[in-house]
């Protein structure tokens, strides 16, 4: 059974750091995609980066050169390091996993692709 567990969300002002975790139990195809969406009340979950089992990532254009995706294959963990927040990155951050072979891997995958999904960490950036 997979398992996706996220952590390390909170509140900070503008300009503010987080770095999310994403534990993963259950899950080690030979080639795997990892990733990060969010989502807002009433809009849609939306893509925000994805790394593969092969180290390459995908970043959606707002978060370019502030969001950094890594994997620590040893720990079965994904991260996202997310450095000068802004108000607008304000949203509930899903971890999500699938075997390489079912998407793209990269920020024109849709939610409805992904099969493994962890349960959400809030982030809060205050103005």
């Known amino acids: 059974q997979v398992q996706l567990v996220e952590s390390g969300g909170g509140s900070v002002q503008s300009g503010g750091s987080l770095r999310l975790s994403c534990a993963a139990s259950?899950?080690?195809?030979?080639?795997?995609?990892m990733g990060w969406f969010r989502q807002t009340p009433g809009k849609a979950r939306e893509p925000v980066a994805f790394i593969d089992t092969f180290g390459r990532t995908n970043y959606e254009d707002s978060v370019k050169g502030r969001f950094t995706i890594s994997q620590d294959n040893t720990k079965n963990t994904l991260y996202l390091q997310m450095n000068n927040l802004k108000p607008e990155d304000t949203a509930m951050y899903y971890c999500a996993a699938s075997e390489l072979w079912r998407v793209a891997c990269a920020t024109y995958t849709t939610a409805s692709a992904i099969p493994y999904w962890g349960q959400g960490t809030q982030v809060t950036v205050s103005s």
């Open positions: 259950g899950f080690t195809p030979s080639s795997r995609c």
